[in-house]
């Protein structure tokens, strides 16, 4: 769900430094927020942006992935708590993968890593972040190929019992670790030979500026932000 999308659309064209605080607006009520109207109005708010970034269905295939973990969080939580309980940690999950996936799926790895340099982090801390966020598409293409290839094999996951259901996904497990270590190998092998960090002063070819759109799209998001959570206190 975070793989980037190269279009052309109003979200691609904001400062991602702008991206991130409309995701900091919808995640920290998010979080806090536990009463279910408030998180389905904070959903309906994320749900017109995902659709103006044409990432629509991307989002709805995460959604597809996230359906077991679903009914794991509807049987636990009903169980052990309420429905109610379910039912909003659930919208939450909802609404911090559509609002991360308006970060990711709209911005492309180079102007995030600048952002976050134009944000005062180190540039080895962002690019940092920038990479674990990357591999994230990256292990769940690798997931998909390795489960094909095991099925093409005869293998089966679906197996009665908690424990035959754990060591059934143990073919899955270790060939996924074992790609990446070799993936993270072939990245430190590709940095060092491009000489990463022998150059302190770093130059870019595309310098982001935040325009007046930027700002009055921050003014709107942070005022909802502080608005839910004012009328949730």
Do not use: W
Not at 50 to 65: A, H
Not at 132 to 156: C, M, V, W
Not at 197 to 222: A, C, P, W
């Amino acid at each position: 769900a975070f793989e980037f999308l190269n279009q052309d659309t109003f979200l691609h064209r904001l400062d991602p430094r702008t991206k991130i605080m409309i995701v900091l607006s919808f995640s920290i009520p998010a979080l806090i927020i536990n009463t279910p109207l408030l998180q389905i109005l904070l959903f309906l708010l994320v749900l017109p942006l995902i659709i103006v970034g044409k990432i629509f269905s991307k989002f709805k295939m995460g959604i597809d992935g996230l359906f077991p973990f679903i009914i794991l969080i509807i049987i636990l939580n009903t169980s052990l708590i309420n429905f109610n309980s379910a039912f909003v940690v659930i919208v939450r999950v909802l609404v911090l993968m559509g609002a991360f996936s308006i970060l990711m799926q709209t911005t492309s790895p180079e102007s995030f890593t600048q952002a976050f340099v134009k944000l005062g982090v180190r540039y080895e801390y962002a690019i940092t972040i920038t990479i674990a966020f990357r591999f994230i598409p990256t292990l769940a293409n690798d997931l998909e190929q390795i489960k094909d290839a095991q099925y093409s094999r005869g293998h089966s996951f679906t197996q009665k019992g908690i424990i035959s259901q754990i060591r059934a996904f143990i073919p899955l497990l270790i060939p996924l670790i074992i790609s990446s270590i070799r993936r993270a190998y072939a990245l430190a092998e590709a940095l060092e030979a491009r000489a990463f960090g022998s150059v302190k002063q770093r130059t870019e070819l595309n310098d982001l500026r935040m325009h007046g759109i930027d700002y009055i799209i921050i003014s709107i998001f942070l005022c909802i932000g502080f608005a839910f959570l004012y009328f949730y206190s």
